[in-house]
């Protein structure tokens, strides 16, 4: 998950707050579709919910992630797990393909990712992934930026997310010697299991951690409110405004 500095991973919290996931990574997990025997890399594998269901088809599946908390969740699953940068990867030539869900936009230098992936993958090796895209919680980011701006903080250096657009993606992926596949914008307004504070704890403590801690509550209800109108339905359930961005690529060469 995050590789941020500003933004701590609990399992217990995670399970709570980002339960809806790993279940709606199914499609995805689908475009992967991996095959008994191969050998496949599971980047930001968080508690390993995805992880598990690429072995149960029969791949060999190393999963890692930079939240030791995750992957002490992940290893409990009984998977071979390893603490990892997704920015630094030093795997060389051994994986037939690599998969990741709801990760990649923590990483934000994104070509050291692709050139990771392209380094551990093997000649004609897949990447397949779904992250965040331009506009993911773009409301949220607006709100989150208000509250801060009052409190005279630059929310800007602080946004740990990099929410490319498609044709971006698609350009770097290209560069580092990709051919793909497919790839697509999906607006998923996702309705959350909590309400909109634990979520905003879970997902954006980078933001809220630039508040001294004792005005941080007033700072969350204050975002809360400001989200309210646009984000709560009328039978009380909070949705959140993601956009996600889904691509399969081949390594060429």
């Known amino acids: 998950m995050a590789e941020s500095s500003k933004q701590h991973w609990s399992a217990e919290r995670y399970a709570t707050a980002g339960g809806f996931v790993p279940v709606l990574g199914a499609p995805v997990l689908e475009l992967l579709d991996p095959r008994p025997g191969e050998r496949i890399l599971d980047l930001g594998c968080g508690d390993g919910a995805l992880s598990e269901k690429i072995a149960a088809a029969g791949a060999k599946v190393v999963a890692v992630d930079a939240a030791p908390d995750l992957l002490a969740a992940a290893r409990a699953r009984g998977l071979d797990v390893r603490l990892a940068d997704g920015q630094n990867l030093t795997f060389n030539t051994e994986f037939d393909a690599v998969f990741s869900n709801a990760a990649l936009h923590w990483m934000r230098d994104a070509d050291a990712v ?15 992934a779904e992250m965040g895209s331009h506009g993911n919680i773009a409301s949220v980011i607006v709100a ?10 630059d929310a800007a250096p602080l946004n740990p997310f990099y929410f490319p657009t498609a044709e971006a993606h698609r350009a770097r992926l290209e560069a580092a010697g990709f051919a793909v596949d497919e790839i697509g914008i999906i607006p998923r307004p996702t309705v959350l299991a909590t309400d909109i504070e634990p979520w905003l704890d879970a997902f954006c403590e980078a933001f809220l951690a630039a508040v001294p801690e004792a005005d941080r509550v007033r700072a969350r209800g204050e975002t809360a409110d400001l ?3 646009v984000l709560m339905a009328e039978d009380g359930r909070w949705i959140a405004d993601y956009v996600r961005l889904r691509f399969r690529a081949r390594l060429t060469g």
């Open 227 to 229: 989200l309210r109108p």
């Open 144 to 153: 989150l930026t208000a509250v801060l701006a009052r409190r005279g903080i």
């Open 114 to 128: 692709i050139a990771g992936v392209k380094r551990a993958l093997k000649p004609g090796g897949r990447f397949v």
